[in-house]
């Protein structure tokens, strides 16, 4: 029992190391004299779903590009830099607010030789980056070793075509990993702690947007547009016509109009499908995250909004809706029905138009391939649903409330929000060309305007073109005003460079506020590991180790969204002392280092390598942000915490380690 017992626990061990050891690209390295003085170096990653690799020359600031990197060269020379190979994905990524490349699947990247003559010998190391929705690895070479002799037979050494596979690192490896071989890294503080580590659980990463979500968005985006005067007013004439065309078969009137809201749910669900199958979940992804469509919605959006104030009327062609109508009246049975349907979503097009591209592009973002189709059976549902049950029940049409200037009011409203979502849109393009005409405060300044007028609007204070006269406001018309006044005065504090969680996701990085008096930051105590658990034993203080990364924007998103909090801010700055790691740091070390990891020789070559190695060995992971507590011997005090902006969370992660160490 004891065996079995151990193997689960074991077993268990490994599993939970895999899950934090990640390497989800496998790498093959060739070799090929093209002729005596050419010859190339091949590297073809194949890369795990939902993952993708960094293409080459992306830019400061952003994430890690592919290099080629030389430690010794005889006998050749590089010929120009390196090139990346097949179908690059081209896109502004949101997470490092520029325009990116990189490969999915497969990564091809190539860098051509001049043979000199004679012997030729080439080491070095590709290094690259990779990403997926989460995380990001660290920089992470693939290194090689190649030599032969321009016009020598083909042997084991210098072949016309050598390969270097690089297999997966198994994970169960990664716990026995030796101690490093230079001394200047070794010692009691650097021995690996994974099983400690893992005996405390893992922390639990927040699932991607659920389909019970988006069927809900979806369906509220249908509900406001019922109440919009394309659709309302066409509820009782559509229903009443049913039932006067039925008068003596009560029944088939029912029928009628059930079949009709059926019709609905089939014209949206087949658009929702029809964007599917034309895009595909990734590249609506890739649509809705490039620069040049953000700024063409942004520019739809804008021009909806004006129609929704009253400047001009958009519709369809009349001839669309005149063919589709007469078309109906010239069938009967189900497709007359269903003609009926169409003609109304047709009809209802200026006023479901901008909910619909609104939802679909935002649904597009999740990642998942069924987003738009369920988000338009949400959407379609709450369209169809008022047709059916005033069918059931007649009764009701007499306490409906009436089409009247409300209405107009809605409408009005939903211009005002897609005014304050274009500047969403508009904020995406402004970052990935670098205009710099929408920073932060830029952009805070004509949310709050536009809330704040939005509220007067509600008030009163405000007419436009297809207003009433009728001066009294309702109850739920001053809630409304009362809320968008109160937001758009949260939003005031963001001018001084507050942080406005609520809105961390439309408005543009704090990286382009020009104006911060915000202080309530953390910042870490030092950024090498041994002299800060030096400080930390003679402090006699716990020790969080951040391991993190320059090009990490869920790094800074933790930084903005959960360290800023008082209690996080407070127990970190005052309880921990805090050692930053950066993987990506660039320094080069004073001389390289050699290592043995799973039973392979590395070479360190920058404090980044060195920090990352850190992270690997000793505690099992590879990737950022990573948050570990530990003690003055470096042995762990909880389960580690990887990106979850869960404040409530995050506090018990370090009370917990906190409590540990006092025991």
Known sequence: MKKIVSFLMLSFIAIAVFAQFQEPVTWNVKFEKLSDTEAEISFVGQIERGWHVYSTDLGDGGPISATFNVDKIAGAKADGALKPVGKEVSAFDKMFSMQVRYFEKRAQFVQKLTLEGGPYEVTGYLEYGACNDENCLPPTPVEFSFKGEVGAVANATSNATEEIATEETPAAEVAETPAPANESISGDLWTPVIDKLQSFGTT???????????????????????????????????????????????????????????????????????????????????????AVFNLL????????????????????????????????????????????????????????????????????????????????????????????????????????????????????????????????????????YGWRILDRETFLAIWIALFALLALYLLGKIKFPHDDDDTKIGVPRFFLALASLSFAIYMVPGLWGAPLKAISAFSPPMST???????????????????????????GKPVMLDFTGYGCVNCRKMELAVWTDNRVS????????????????????????KVVENGKERTLRTVGDKWSYLQRVKFGANAQPFYVLIDNDGQPLNKSYSYNEDIPAYIDFLETGLENYKK
């Open 297 to 432: 919605f942004c520019l739809m959006l804008v021009v909806f909004a004006a129609s929704f104030f009253g400047a001009f009327e958009i519709t369809l062609p009349s001839k669309w809706s005149n063919a589709v109508d007469s078309k109906a009246e010239a069938t009967t049975g189900l497709l007359s029905i269903f003609l009926m349907a169409f003609t109304l979503a047709l009809v209802s097009f200026s006023c479901t138009g901008p909910i619909i591209g609104f939802l679909l592009v935002e649904l597009g973002t999740s990642g998942s391939i069924l987003a738009p189709t369920i988000g338009m059976l949400g959407f379609a549902i709450a369209l169809a649903l008022p047709f059916t049950l005033f069918a059931l029940f007649p009764t009701w049409l007499k306490s409906m409330p009436k089409s009247g200037g409300w209405m107009n009011v809605i409408k009005v409203t939903l211009g005002f929000i897609e005014l304050a979502f274009a500047l969403k849109f508009l904020s995406v393009a402004d970052l990935a």
């Open 204 to 290: 639990e990463v927040p699932t991607d947007i659920s389909l019970w979500a988006i069927f809900i968005a979806g369906f509220l985006g249908g509900f406001v547009a019922l109440f919009t005067p394309c659709v309302w007013p066409i509820i009782p004439m559509t229903v009443s016509f049913f039932l006067k065309r039925n008068k003596n078969d009560k029944a088939k009137g029912i029928r009628d109009a059930w079949t009709y809201g059926a019709s609905i749910v089939v014209i949206y669900v087949t658009l929702g499908l029809a964007i599917t199958l034309i895009f595909g979940a990734s590249a609506l992804n890739a649509l809705s995250t490039n």
């Open 513 to 539: 506020q020009d104006f911060n008096l915000y202080t309530n930051e953390v910042h870490a105590q030092f950024d090498d590991y041994d002299l800060g658990m030096a400080y930390a034993r003679q402090h």
């Open 570 to 593: 407070d127990l970190i700055n005052n309880d921990y002392v805090l050692i930053t790691l950066y993987v990506d740091n660039k320094t080069p070390l004073p001389a390289p280092m």
